[in-house]
DNA sequence: AGGATGATATCC
DNA sequence: GATATCATCCTC
């Protein structure tokens, strides 16, 4: 089977399906000539507006407007003053709902870190100027690597929504089992 | 356990 | 304009 990059159709469904079917897959930005390419392992699901650990909760603002938009684009924002998360918006434009990656396998001219959504980020050259970038460009998109998927997939709660209720308890967090590059057990 | 560090939302 | 909060990570 040949790599091919992810179409709009694959975005455009059930967010906890696509953040589950999302590992194993390669995440690949041309940064500046240099082609990064990583193998995502761990993942979270941010199911829509009635989700509270989920930024689209607050409604249509600036920032969460990506989120509502079209599937298939790059929803990047600053963490903490310091770090930057990359998710992808699913399911039809107007839902409100991504899939955030958590950590990443280094295939290609990933030099650092790649255990967390900030170091992910950091590793494969992604910042603000990405926010809102069409994921069926040439120089950031998925695509299936054409590997089986006969790894195992362990599904739990999701990390640091503690503020978020019953919410913070649901299994909306994806990664592949005994895999040494998911950021926590 | 606490600090770095800045965009964002939500007040006044 | 001010302030509280934050889907993180590092160091102690």
Redesign the pocket.
Known sequence: MKPRKLQRNFYARDTATVARELLGKHLVHVDGGIVRRGRIVET?A?VGPHDL????S??I????KI?YGPPGFA?V???????H?M?VVTEPEGHGS?V?L?ALEPVAHLEN?T??????CRAMGID?RLNGHDLLSEDLYLEDAGEDATFAIAQRP????D?AGEWAEKPLRFYIEGNRFV?RK
């Open positions: 979270e941010y650990a989920a930024h689209s607050k409604g603002t600036p920032r969460t989120m929803y924002y600053l963490i903490y003053g310091m770090y998360c998710n991504a955030l958590r870190n255990k967390g959504p900030g170091l992910l603000l999701r990390i640091g929504v503020y950021s």
